[in-house]
């Protein structure tokens, strides 16, 4: 894996209902490396939504930081901040346009205000070929079958090429076949493309294809232990210190 | 459950002496429970029920002196017999667990050592999450073909399944089991595992 791009440190966040706090994040720990594909599991209510939007600093923690290339996201200005998320932060949205319009025209808006129009179509067409819905370029998100969606919102996000990339459940609703496709997708390109890869779930085989897993829960994430080494490894050592 | 069905499931996909079989039944079924010897024996069983046959041998493996390792095919009655357990519906697993019983019948005194134990099933089950994410991975790597590698994902997906709610059951009982303890002031025993897990133990 590549150099650390987002890291949580002793992140906490608390909400309150009426007099009672309630502990969402609690001194949460947690490093994204370039060309990490990073999967956090959690119960409806977990706090994985909170967990995403702290680490692209649209919410800031009560303590602790969040750190994108090394800088505090809560440090930022507005405008620093809306430039970072134009640019280096991608999240993928399940959500399609609030008009009509062509799913190339869609992909491509993101790129309008800030290259040639026929640049940014070029590199929307891109983005689309690469998820695998080229052919979709002509048609509207209402046409779009659950599985397109979900590749179209990858395509978006992914336009401006980002290095970190942020998906709250977007493998929500979909078919085993559709879903399978997305998480490989998703590791490829973190792999092919350096990129960081956050994404939360609420489901348990979503978190097959990454390279990291973690689990949510009361406000903590939850490691696999490390395997235990073999045991041709202990009778080894054992020898070792027998003689 | 006995490993006969799936050694006689594996042995229809392609014939294969009994160490290989074992290997695949790992491979498959790993966090399954079944033992490398259970294989022996199922082999004896489906071969007296005429379910398997010899299909010839190969010569002995990487230590010279072995015996030559047999070769099981299955034979139309075994297909059948598992086309008809294939078929047959399945009974639900029984739900019988110890720690289902330590809950039901702890007392107070007792919170603090039930947490860790909770604590540690929860760090277990992540652990059985990592090594099914492992075999996925290297299944993935060398099964191009369609059919068979959803069938893995759905006959994983049915493991996970059974992970993810024994986890999120174990999350709900720490919860509730943590917030007693904050309420019981007679269960407050010192809690070396707690405080490992927050980080506090380099502070006692």
Redesign the interface.
């Known amino acids: 894996m590549g150099e650390v791009l987002l890291r949580l440190e002793r992140v906490s966040k608390s909400y309150w209902r009426g007099a009672h706090e309630l502990k969402v994040l609690n001194e949460l720990m947690l490093d994204v490396c370039a060309g990490e594909f990073v999967v956090v599991w959690g119960k409806r209510g977990a706090g994985k939504t909170t967990l995403l939007r702290i680490a692209a600093g649209l919410e800031t923690p009560d303590r602790g930081q969040a750190r994108f290339e090394g800088g505090d996201l809560a440090g930022l200005s507005e405008t620093r901040h809306a430039s970072l998320m134009r640019e280096r932060i991608g999240w993928i949205r399940r959500t399609g346009p609030q008009i009509e319009l062509p799913i190339l025209d869609y992909v491509a808006l993101p790129l309008l205000a800030m290259h040639r129009h026929r640049d940014a179509y070029a590199r929307a067409g891109d983005a689309l070929a690469r998820v695998n819905v080229a052919e979709c370029a002509g048609q509207t998100w209402e046409s779009l079958s659950d599985g397109e969606r979900a590749l179209v919102g990858i395509a978006r996000a992914i336009v401006r090429t980002p290095s970190l990339l942020l998906g709250d459940d977007p493998t929500g609703n979909l078919g085993v076949r559709e879903r399978e496709a997305v998480l490989e997708l998703l590791r490829a390109l973190a792999e092919e493309r350096n990129l960081g890869v956050l994404m939360t779930v609420p489901d348990m085989p979503e978190m097959m294809a990454a390279h990291q897993i973690r689990a949510l829960s009361a406000g903590r994430l939850l490691a696999p232990p490390e395997p235990t080494p073999p045991d041709n490894v202990i009778a080894f050592r054992s020898r070792e210190r027998s003689a | 459950m006995s490993a006969k069905y799936a050694v006689l499931g594996l042995v229809i996909e392609h014939p294969g002496y009994g160490y290989q079989l074992a290997q695949r039944l790992e491979e498959r079924f790993g966090s399954s429970g079944f033992a490398p010897s259970g294989v022996y024996s199922a082999l004896d069983q489906l071969s007296r029920d005429d379910f398997i046959r010899s299909a010839g041998e190969v010569g002995a493996g990487p230590a010279r002196r072995a015996a030559p390792r047999m070769i099981y095919e299955a034979t139309a009655e075994g297909i059948d017999h598992f086309e008809a357990w294939m078929l047959g519906s399945s009974p639900a697993p029984p739900l019988r667990d110890e720690l289902h019983m330590k809950i039901a019948l702890c007392r107070p005194r007792n919170l603090s050592r039930l947490i860790d134990m909770v604590y540690g099933q929860?760090?277990?089950c992540?652990?059985q999450?990592?090594?099914?994410?492992q075999m996925?991975?290297e299944e993935a790597a060398g099964d191009s073909q369609v059919w068979s590698r959803?069938m893995r994902?759905?006959a994983?997906?049915a493991e996970?399944?059974m992970?993810?709610a024994r986890?999120?059951w174990l999350?709900t009982a720490?919860?509730l089991l943590?917030r007693l303890r904050e309420e019981s002031p007679r269960s407050r025993t010192p809690d070396v595992a707690g405080a490992r897990?927050?980080?506090r133990l380099r502070a006692l």
């Open positions: 929860e760090l277990a992540m652990g999450l990592r090594d099914l994410k996925a991975g959803m994902v759905l994983r997906d996970i399944a992970w993810q986890i999120e999350q720490r919860e943590e897990r927050t980080g």
